[in-house]
Nanobody, 121 residues
């Protein structure tokens, strides 16, 4: 089991920036972490959880339409960490942001506990 811990959320004004981090257990070898496909999702009150950004083990990236050009996903396999740089934040970006390790082999997908992002003046 991989433990995923998100951090970096908070309150920010519209137009501001935040960087979220998702750290996987240090007990996992970096070589293993590098095999994971990872994603960021978000869920606003009363709405379904939606994809924000996804990065494969090979570095292929895709973004949800609403964040393209504003958010950037990256990973540092040496640190077992995935990042989400969020710029030009809007009130509609307000949500709980979750990190996800995609299913790999027989191991089911895993989620972090989430971190709250609130964009408000």
């Amino acid at each position: 089991q991989v433990q995923l811990v998100e951090s970096g959320g908070g309150l920010v004004q519209p137009g501001g920036s935040l960087r979220l981090s998702c750290a996987a257990s240090r007990s996992i070898p970096s070589s293993t972490f590098s095999m994971y496909n990872m994603g960021w999702f978000r869920q606003a009150p009363g709405k379904q959880r939606e994809l924000v950004a996804h990065i494969t083990n090979g570095g292929s990236i895709n973004y949800g339409d609403s964040v393209k050009g504003r958010f950037t996903i990256s990973r540092d396999n040496a640190k077992n960490t995935v990042y989400l740089q969020m710029n030009s934040l809007k009130p509609e970006d307000t949500a709980v942001y979750y990190c996800k390790r995609e299913r790999i082999g027989l191991a089911p997908a895993e989620w972090g506990q989430g971190t709250q992002v609130t964009v408000s003046s």
